[in-house]
């Protein structure tokens, strides 16, 4: 247990360093990034064409006249 009292700070003082660095490089996205993310936007924007023409089909099937119709029976 003494071990792990000591243990403890120790890793938590050499990840706080890591912190405090600078970076050299810029912090843009590259363009992966912007594939990724524009990669999912087609996946929502396919999903929601389908989505709306159920929804146009409902709402016209809701304020449709309906109109009954006798069937016979043989």
Request: net charge positive.
């Amino acid at each position: 247990m003494k071990a792990m009292k000591l243990i403890v700070p120790m890793v938590m003082s050499t990840t706080s360093a890591a912190y405090a660095a600078t970076s050299t490089q810029s912090e843009d996205a590259g363009i992966l990034t912007y594939l990724f993310i524009g990669f999912f936007a087609l996946i929502i924007v396919f999903q929601l064409v389908p989505a709306m023409i159920l929804f146009v089909g409902m709402v016209k099937g809701l304020f449709a006249s309906t109109e009954k119709t006798a069937t016979k029976n043989n």
